[in-house]
């Protein structure tokens, strides 16, 4: 009972502050939206029992990203900058995402009960609180039988991160001369 | 300019000992002469009336006469402290060569004296100190009320404020002065308060009256 | 266009210029000092000082004052320093009327400038340890300050602004334990001194604000008129105490400290040995105070026969100098106060373009102003 | 109606201890925050030669509660052209932060809300660095140019030390193998030594680190009071900017908490595993009493009637303390809760011990400038950490495959992580004397 109420307590903030992020003009009120909705997911996470998910999310998402997005959203006059950026094409687009997307998702929920192993919906798994710790099961996943992709998106990771130094490093140099 | 190292500071650099001739009962008499007080020395433009002053020809004074001429108006050492009379025009010039040749490399103070009853009615008075030579030497020049004499920031970079506050408290404008305008006081005050005309209680009421919003600053 | 608008100003990000206004309240402007700064993120690119906030019009307050009456005037400018102003302009009309102090209130006077140089330095100090976010030296500062005010105090009734001078001498004679009270102090300071010197000078986050942190050359320091101790940390050995002895400072050994960068560690390390050299300086005079009169052959009117002085003395911020012209008459005809705080002032924004907005805080506290002066 | 009776009942049944230890860290937090703000002021009066509050209270001990009052007195500015709501919020997030946090720590044995977290140290870390949301959008806010300074200084602060902090830890937690709390003090017990000794570099790192997270002398940029005012807490006043302040010195608390539970042996008292030494365990009662003593010594001193009336008072609140450290002693019916209480006491000396560091420190030292913080965060801090993390995993698998001895296999690495932070530094020195001089590039201080 407990778990339902929680549960439906983060998807109704998650879903509404989504929707708030969408429509507030002011980027910094989004970004505060977006939180919110990050905050509620990671809430849905430690319903589910999955803390090392839970806390991945607070950390990196809520506590590293958010923090480049303020700081930019801060620094960057954004609403000058948007009057020259002109969203034309993307509104056009968007809608056709998003009924693309609604689509997908009524014909999963229709076919769910259809598809081979049960779809969506496992059946027969344990109860929540009576999973493995799923931090080190995670781990044990990661490092083992995972570990080659792992490593491949750990290597891209740093092919991006010295890529943006260097570009960065370049700009500055163009700047001072 | 290595040679002369002594001629122009008999005048400060031995000041403590008191030695020098003066050719004066000077003012140890002031008090003592209290209640017939001198008859009002008559009126202040006239110069050096009082016998602390002297006509001063040094070397360094012949230099200066030597290469400005005319422009040199009089030399005079007052309390064994000499200063220059100059043309206002050469002023600029004067002082560049006073840096550049005589040594005087740091302008002390830049400021003004205000005389309302002459025809000129604005002194400016440039102190000049020299580290090679341990002296100060003073500039003045006559200014009126509508010439505009040529800044001293192109030589030294500290008259700047100096020249605003001259600019402010006597409304002399300088001509070639990178932003000329009020420093002490506030930019819509109005009148320039160390001129003798300004009355010590006169304020600007309407400045105050706006922008603080009280009756007046006193 | 989108690229338009991120290179705005060709600043990082297209940020604009960030006009930051210090002041005139704000913790660290020591006084009403106003400071606009233009910064790109932290680093400043350009500074304009507005003062004439406590601006009180002095020179013209001395027009209409007789030469007595003034003199406690201009204890209200450098009000941290208030002996050495008094000094200044006691000395200077004293010039003006071509006496001079007996012996006896000259080396009173000498003791009395000389303590209140540390005084001022130790003001200095603390305030400009604390701008740098050292807290505990201000305190230490104040405590040996507080000994010396109370020696003022016990003198002449005043602490602040204490009117110790008068025109011709003095006139308290010297209370009876005045040598002794002076020797506790600068025997007790020999070690407090050193107290500050460990808390500070080899400290590396001290040394890293501090230094190459507002550099002025000498060059730099003469062209601004930079005088004091900012003219000698950048190299130059002049100090008007020994260049033109006035009081009874060519009595007395000391040595002129100088730096050699001419940054705000070399202005610390330069005022630090000022004040050993002035604690120095009052040793030597309290073993020797002549006797004799305090008072000079001036009489209860002053009335300067007409013309003009001009008279500077190295006060703890540097060349203070009174230029007086008399008209024959009571009252200065026109005194110009060369207030050294107000000249160094203007070196501000040599000092500290391209650094970042908290060494702006650092070189307005090694600049050492008193805004009472700078705005006089 | 029934039902619903039954099981909140049984709700309250199971978790009474969670939610009694909750409303107690809610309801006490502040006005310990409160206390340690007063612990500091006559800390610095007393390095200062001063007195300090000595007004309100004997010895200014009622100067939190009047400081309170006051601020929950003042009125609440909110500036005309802020973000009303954000602003309003933005304090509450730096204490929710704080707080929360708080919910996963253990402060001894049995005094904790939540038990058992697999994830508990993550938990504290991340949820207290939520706190920078407080900070930054209540900088933004403000719309003042020194608010929004202090805002980015501290986010950028924050960002980078928590890196060096997070790293740092990794030492402990590889020795531990956990992250659970209770089974790290547990592994310090079980192998005899407090994490310190094994990762002295990683306890160093984080104790920097955690002075910069909380934004501490000299590191407090975000809030220097000559540079910036007061940083990001410029415009606020009364009990808005209360909160800040208090969610600043419950960060302390954590901060301290993290660290003594990582490496100082948690609630363990010294030496736990050493026999002779288990009169250790009468020492709390002791001490307490001794203040206690010391209290009626001064009440005989205290000027006025009222004030020596409290010192009564404070006298004893200190016996009657003493006496429940006591009684499981003395009674064996009640020795159930000695290691209870004297953990509390033990975790609680080590926190006031790591924050009475912060304060030394902080009335010591001169403060940094931007770009030397983040110089040495991130030229210096991280770049040991890491190699930290290799050492202590260098020297666990040294042990573990190899059959060495720990000691000689954690001196070896941890002497090769000190060679590597000496060349750290001087790396450092020559990049700071290159660009003090101009040449070389001037980084920018954000660019990290």
């Known amino acids: 009972m407990l778990d339902s109420v929680l549960f439906y307590f983060f998807a109704g903030v998650a879903v509404l502050s989504a929707a708030l992020m969408v429509t507030r003009r002011n980027a910094v009120h989004s970004a505060v939206f977006l939180i919110t909705t990050l905050l509620a997911t ?85 109860p929540a609180d009576k999973l493995p710790p799923n931090t080190e099961e995670l781990a044990k996943s990661l490092f083992s039988s995972y570990l080659l992709p792992f490593e491949i998106a750990s290597v891209l990771l740093l092919v991006a991160m010295v890529g943006a130094v260097v570009m960065a490093k370049n700009r500055r140099r163009g700047d001072a001369s | 300019m290595a040679e002369e190292s002594k001629p122009p500071q008999e005048s400060e650099s031995s000041q403590p000992e008191q030695k020098a001739a003066t050719p004066a009962p000077p003012a140890k008499s002031a008090p003592a002469s209290t209640a017939p007080a001198a008859a009002k020395p008559v009126a202040p433009a006239a110069k050096a009336p009082a016998p602390l002053q002297i006509p001063l020809d040094s070397e360094l004074v012949r230099r ?139 304020q600007d009421t309407a400045w105050v009256r706006e922008n603080l919003g009280i009756e007046s600053g006193q | 266009m989108q690229d338009d608008a991120l290179q705005n100003n060709g600043t990082l990000l297209g940020a604009d210029e960030l ?53 406690p005037y201009v204890d209200r400018m450098d009000y941290v320093a208030a002996v050495s102003n008094g000094l200044g302009y006691c000395e200077a009309v004293e010039k003006l009327l071509n006496v001079e102090a007996p012996d ?229 005809y026109r005194v110009r106060i060369r207030p050294p705080s107000f000249v160094n002032l203007q070196a501000l924004d040599t000092m500290i373009r391209g650094h970042l907005v908290a060494d702006v805080v650092a070189v307005i506290g090694t600049l050492d102003i008193v805004l009472g002066e700078v705005d006089r | 109606m029934n039902a619903t009776l039954q099981a909140l009942l049984q709700f309250l049944q199971t978790w009474w201890v969670e ?74 997030i730096s204490m929710v932060a704080a707080l929360t946090s708080m919910g996963a720590l253990y402060f001894g044995p049995s005094f904790r809300v939540a038990q058992g977290i697999n994830i508990g140290i993550l938990f504290v870390i991340g949820v207290s660095s939520l706190g920078f949301l407080g900070i930054i959008l209540g900088g933004w806010a403000s719309n003042s140019h020194y608010s929004i300074i202090g805002a980015i200084r501290s986010t950028a602060q924050l960002v980078s030390y928590e890196t060096a902090g997070g790293l740092a830890i990794i030492a402990a937690l590889l020795l531990a193998g956990t992250l659970r709390i209770s089974a790290i003090v547990d592994a310090q017990a079980e192998q005899r030594v407090w994490f310190i000794f094994l990762a002295p570099v990683g306890f160093f790192i984080y104790l920097v680190a955690s002075i910069a997270e909380t934004n501490r002398a000299p590191f407090d940029l975000p809030e220097a009071e000559s540079e910036l005012v007061a940083g990001y807490m410029t415009e606020y006043s009364g009990f808005r900017w209360a909160l800040y302040f208090l969610g600043e010195y419950a960060n302390m608390i954590v901060v301290a908490s993290v660290a003594t539970t990582l490496f100082l042996g948690g609630w363990l008292r010294p030496f736990p595993n050493v026999h002779w030494l288990n009169w250790l365990d009468g020492l709390p009662p002791l001490i307490i009493a001794l203040a206690g003593i010391y209290s009626i010594y001064r009440a005989g001193k205290q000027p006025v009637w009222v004030q020596s009336w409290f010192m009564w008072a404070v006298a004893f609140a200190c016996f009657a303390v003493a006496a429940i450290f006591a009684a499981p002693i003395a009674f064996a019916p009640l020795r159930f809760a000695l290691p209870g209480l004297n953990g509390a006491f033990w975790f609680l000396v080590k926190v006031s011990a790591y924050i009475y560091v912060f304060m030394w420190l902080r009335f010591t030292l001169p403060r940094y400038r931007f770009d030397q913080l983040m110089h040495l965060g991130w030229y210096i801090l991280i770049p040991l950490a890491i190699v930290n993390v290799f050492s202590v995993g260098v020297a666990m698998l040294l042990e573990s495959e190899f059959g060495w001895n720990r000691w000689l296999a954690l001196i070896i690495t941890t002497a090769f992580t000190l060679a590597v932070s000496v060349y750290l530094v001087h790396l450092h020195d020559k990049r700071a004397v290159m660009a003090s001089t101009g040449r070389g590039v001037i980084s920018d201080s954000y660019a990290g």
């Not at chain 2, 000049?128 to 192109?154: C, D, I, Q």
């Not at chain 2, 600019?167 to 002490?184: N, Q, T």
Request: charged share 25%; with cysteine.
């Open chain 2, 64 to 202: 200066y006469r030597e290469r400005f001429g005319a422009a040199i108006l009089d030399a005079l050492e007052d309390r064994k402290q000499p200063y220059l009379i100059v043309e206002c025009a050469q002023l600029l010039e004067i002082a560049r060569y006073s840096r550049d040749e005589e040594k005087f490399d740091l302008l002390e103070d830049f400021t003004a004296v205000d005389w309302p009853k002459r025809e000129k009615r604005f002194d400016l008075v440039a102190i000049l100190y020299s580290f090679a030579h341990n002296a100060r030497l003073r500039l003045k020049a006559v200014v009126g009320v509508e010439e505009h004499p040529a800044s001293l920031t192109s030589i030294w970079p500290t008259a700047n404020w100096l020249e605003r506050e001259i600019y402010d408290m006597f409304g002399i404008e300088f001509s070639g002065h990178p932003g000329l305008k009020r420093i002490l006081l506030p930019d819509g005050w109005q009148g320039h308060p160390l001129r003798k005309d300004y009355d010590i209680l006169q």
């Open chain 4, 19 to 92: 939610l009694v230890c909750g409303v107690v860290i809610v309801a006490v937090v502040p006005l310990i925050a409160g206390y340690v703000v007063l612990v500091e002021r006559k800390l610095m009066a007393d390095m200062q030669a001063r007195l300090g509050p000595m007004r309100v209270g004997p010895h200014g001990l009622l100067q939190p509660i009047a400081d309170a009052v006051k601020l929950l007195i003042k009125e609440d500015i909110i500036p005309r052209d802020s973000d009303a709501l954000i602003f309003w919020f933005a304090p509450v």
């Open chain 3, 19 to 71: 006009v930051l206004n210090m002041g005139p309240q704000h913790p660290s402007t020591h006084g009403v000092l106003r400071v606009k700064l233009k910064l790109d993120g932290e680093r400043v690119r350009g500074t304009e000082c507005v003062i004439g906030y406590l601006h009180r019009g002095v020179e013209k307050i001395a027009e209409n004052r007789t030469y007595q009456q003034f003199a």
């Open chain 1, 42 to 126: 990671a809430g849905i996470f430690l319903q589910l029992r999955a803390e090392f998910l839970f806390i991945a999310q607070i950390i990196l998402y809520v506590g590293g990203i958010m923090v480049l997005f303020i700081f930019v959203i801060m620094l960057v006059r954004l609403d000058v900058a948007l009057h020259h950026i002109r969203f034309r094409m993307q509104r056009f687009v968007a809608v056709l995402v998003a009924l693309a997307l609604a689509f997908e998702v009524t014909v999963i929920v229709l076919l769910a009960g259809k598809l081979p192993g049960g779809g969506l919906f496992v059946q027969g798994a344990a």
């Open chain 3, 104 to 332: 006896r209130a000259k080396v009173i006077r000498t003791i009395l400038t000389e303590l209140q140089r540390i005084a001022s330095h130790l003001v200095w100090l603390g305030t400009h340890a604390l701008d740098i976010g050292a807290l505990t030296p201000l305190f230490y500062c104040f405590r040996e300050r507080e000994e010396i005010l109370k020696i003022f105090e016990k003198y002449c009734g005043a602490r602040l602004t204490t009117h110790a001078f008068r025109i011709g001498g003095l006139q308290y004679e010297a209370y009876d334990e005045f040598e002794k009270d002076v020797e506790r102090f600068c025997k007790d300071f020999e070690r407090r001194i050193q107290d500050y010197a460990d808390l500070l000078t080899g400290n590396s986050i001290w040394i890293g604000r501090t230094r190459n942190i507002g550099v002025l050359n000498a060059a730099d320091c003469i062209a601004l008129g930079a005088t004091g101790p900012i003219l000698r940390a950048a190299g130059v050995k002049w100090d008007l105490r020994k260049a033109q002895p006035y009081a009874a400072y060519d009595r007395y050994q000391f040595e002129i400290p100088v730096g050699t960068n001419g940054d705000t560690y070399d202005r610390y390390m330069v005022r630090m040995e000022e004040m050993r050299q002035s604690r120095l300086i009052c040793l030597q005079a309290i073993e020797n105070i002549p006797a004799g009169p305090i008072f000079g052959k001036v009489g209860k009117v002053i009335k300067p026969a007409p013309g003009e002085v001009y008279h500077a003395i190295e006060a703890p911020k540097g060349i203070l100098g009174y230029y007086i012209v008399s008209d024959g008459s009571t009252q200065p």
